[in-house]
């Protein structure tokens, strides 16, 4: 497919919303305490008994960092108190202990992510035994052909972690930069040098790391068009295999330390989207490949393959190549999503401690899909991360008239078609160039749970 992208300023300004990221659909607002452990115990027993199980991809979550970064929106602990982490770790060992015999030991593990948080927050002993812990539960991949990524703070490593993670079986790695500006890093407390950060790259190559990503974002307080532009060419010149261009969701209300932030300083709408057209120029004239949604590869990175294949998926940790695992999650906050069901752990670190003393699954909420979710999901799938839409294909998986079925959605579509973002054919949707950039508007045409006047408080914008 061609993967070419239009930057139109006005149509983005235009179509700017509030809205879901699509990592889940139905998202987590949808979730609700119906679905605890016994519900959670009937779709695992399930999931092993159908003719072909899934394999599975497990996500732990380390919620632990050593000082708060004022923009952050991710479940975390702050805490400069190394020792908070053994009780938590105590816990998790508990709850892999609960989870690993409930999943037929034939069920391989084909991916695994460590996020947080700040993973490398623990030592190198307790992430050695935690691995050996899940290794010990799990029918972990010895051959490397897993996905196995883990989450980087570069302040918070040692010399020698990049070479322990590697012996641990860690074959990807995702590093957190946001923005190597000064006064960028001082106004979000989180200094940074590009040294230390190189460092750890470097690490990762020498250790054969087989994809790294960086994560940046745009929108943060001081940035401008010029203090971006530096960071984007230093980051061209390390060449990650993936960049991860994120929106600054500035949401106050709801994450209390994004208060810290001078609204003053961030940079105004307008000089926020030229930020965001000036990095996308940059990267694909460098050659990267715009995969989707605040996503870029190069062009030989297994994501923009599998783009190209046809084969590209959706997940909590965004894009991902393995189509057909059950995702089991870890630790506070943690998803998982098991046939089709979706269920998210308690959130607090005293309530998992407690869930788990009682030996219990520490699920606490979830959701069950019905037959219109599935059909819904697969329609925004397809079309977030393929850029297109056969409707063939949906009316065999789901015995449905496309064109009947989703009458007022298509009647909805017409405006964008007007305004060239996407083509309605025959037999299929088109995302035209102009409206890659905002594929989450055309999928939330999709979402039935979706209210665009209501969701300010619930959603970031799309851009
Ligand atoms: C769990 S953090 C990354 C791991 C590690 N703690 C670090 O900071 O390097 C995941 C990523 O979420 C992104 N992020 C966090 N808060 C955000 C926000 N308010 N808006 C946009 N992106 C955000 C950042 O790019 C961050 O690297
Ligand atoms: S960005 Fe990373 S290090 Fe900073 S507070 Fe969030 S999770 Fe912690």
Same mark, same amino acid.
């Given at each position: 497919?061609?993967?070419?992208?239009?930057?139109?300023?006005?149509?983005?300004?235009?179509? +700017?919303?509030?809205?879901?990221?699509?990592?889940?659909?139905?998202?987590?607002?949808?979730?609700?305490?119906?679905?605890?452990?016994?519900? *959670?115990?009937?779709?695992?027993?399930?999931?092993?008994?159908?003719?072909?199980?899934?394999?599975?991809?497990?996500?732990?979550?380390?919620?632990?960092?050593?000082?708060?970064?004022?923009?952050?929106?991710?479940?975390?602990?702050?805490?400069?108190?190394?020792?908070?982490?053994?009780?938590?770790?105590?816990?998790?060992?508990?709850?892999?202990?609960?989870?690993?015999?409930?999943?037929?030991?034939?069920?391989?593990?084909?991916?695994?992510?460590?996020?947080?948080?700040?993973?490398?927050?623990?030592?190198?002993?307790?992430?050695?035994?935690?691995?050996?812990?899940?290794?010990?539960?799990?029918?972990?991949?010895?051959?490397?052909?897993?996905?196995?990524?883990?989450?980087?703070?570069?302040?918070?490593?040692?010399?020698?972690?990049?070479?322990?993670?590697?012996?641990?079986?860690?074959?990807?790695?995702?590093?957190?930069?946001?923005?190597?500006?000064?006064?960028?890093?001082?106004?979000?407390?989180?200094?940074?040098?590009?040294?230390?950060?190189?460092?750890?790259?470097?690490?990762?190559?020498?250790? +054969?790391?087989?994809?790294?990503?960086?994560?940046?974002?745009?929108?943060?307080?001081?940035?401008?068009?010029?203090?971006?532009?530096?960071?984007?060419?230093?980051?061209?010149?390390?060449?990650?295999?993936?960049?991860?261009?994120?929106?600054?969701?500035?949401?106050?209300?709801?994450?209390?330390?994004?208060?810290?932030?001078?609204?003053?300083?961030?940079?105004?709408?307008?000089?926020?989207?030229?930020?965001?057209?000036?990095?996308?120029?940059?990267?694909?004239?460098?050659?990267?490949?715009?995969?989707?949604?605040?996503?870029?590869?190069?062009?030989?990175?297994?994501?923009?393959?599998?783009?190209?294949?046809? +084969?590209?998926?959706?997940?909590?940790?965004?894009?991902?190549?393995?189509?057909?695992?059950?995702?089991?999650?870890?630790?506070?906050?943690?998803?998982?999503?098991?046939?089709?069901?979706?269920?998210?752990?308690?959130?607090?670190?005293?309530?998992?401690?407690?869930?788990?003393?009682?030996?219990?699954?520490?699920?606490?909420?979830?959701?069950?899909?019905?037959?219109?979710?599935?059909?819904?999901?697969?329609?925004?799938?397809?079309?977030?991360?393929?850029?297109?839409?056969?409707?063939?294909?949906?009316?065999?998986?789901?015995?449905?008239?496309?064109?009947? *079925?989703?009458?007022?959605?298509?009647?909805?579509?017409?405006?964008?078609?007007?305004?060239?973002?996407?083509?309605?054919?025959?037999?299929?949707?088109?995302?035209?160039?102009?409206?890659?950039?905002?594929?989450?508007?055309?999928?939330?045409?999709?979402?039935?749970? *979706?209210?665009?006047?209501?969701?300010?408080?619930? *959603?970031?914008?799309?851009?």
């Amino acid at each position: 497919m061609e993967q070419t992208i239009v930057f139109n300023k006005e149509l983005i300004s235009r179509y +700017n919303l509030f809205g879901p990221r699509y990592t889940s659909y139905p998202t987590a607002t949808q979730f609700d305490e119906n679905f605890g452990i016994k519900e *959670y115990h009937e779709v695992v027993t399930d999931s092993n008994e159908i003719l072909l199980p899934k394999p599975l991809s497990l996500y732990f979550h380390l919620p632990f960092c050593n000082t708060v970064c004022f923009y952050c929106a991710c479940n975390k602990v702050i805490t400069a108190n190394r020792n908070r982490a053994a009780p938590y770790l105590k816990d998790l060992h508990k709850e892999i202990s609960l989870q690993g015999p409930l999943f037929d030991r034939d069920r391989v593990v084909k991916q695994l992510h460590w996020g947080g948080g700040t993973p490398t927050f623990i030592s190198h002993d307790q992430m050695s035994d935690l691995m050996r812990h899940i290794r010990d539960n799990f029918a972990l991949l010895d051959d490397d052909t897993g996905e196995y990524s883990i989450e980087i703070d570069p302040r918070e490593i040692k010399p020698e972690t990049v070479s322990l993670l590697r012996n641990l079986g860690f074959n990807r790695m995702s590093i957190g930069i946001q923005d190597f500006d000064i006064s960028v890093q001082k106004a979000v407390n989180r200094e940074q040098s590009y040294e230390q950060t190189r460092q750890v790259f470097d690490e990762a190559r020498k250790r +054969n790391f087989h994809s790294i990503n960086v994560d940046l974002i745009y929108g943060l307080p001081k940035q401008t068009v010029r203090t971006f532009c530096n960071t984007i060419n230093k980051i061209i010149e390390m060449s990650p295999d993936r960049i991860a261009i994120y929106n600054y969701a500035h949401m106050p209300r709801l994450f209390k330390t994004q208060r810290q932030i001078n609204e003053e300083d961030l940079p105004e709408p307008g000089e926020k989207l030229e930020i965001l057209g000036e990095s996308i120029k940059s990267l694909t004239d460098a050659g990267y490949i715009y995969i989707g949604m605040d996503h870029f590869a190069k062009p030989d990175d297994e994501l923009a393959v599998a783009q190209r294949k046809g +084969n590209l998926y959706r997940n909590f940790q965004g894009y991902s190549t393995n189509a057909d695992c059950d995702v089991i999650g870890f630790g506070v906050t943690a998803i998982s999503k098991i046939s089709n069901s979706y269920s998210q752990n308690i959130r607090t670190i005293d309530d998992y401690k407690e869930r788990l003393e009682g030996n219990n699954i520490p699920v606490y909420r979830g959701y069950k899909l019905n037959h219109d979710d599935e059909l819904r999901r697969k329609v925004i799938t397809q079309l977030i991360c393929h850029f297109q839409l056969d409707f063939d294909e949906i009316e065999d998986l789901f015995r449905i008239e496309f064109k009947d *079925y989703f009458s007022s959605e298509i009647k909805l579509l017409a405006d964008m078609e007007k305004d060239e973002l996407l083509k309605i054919e025959e037999n299929r949707i088109i995302v035209l160039p102009a409206g890659r950039f905002l594929i989450r508007n055309i999928c939330s045409t999709f979402d039935k749970y *979706y209210d665009k006047k209501s969701n300010k408080n619930t *959603y970031s914008k799309m851009i």
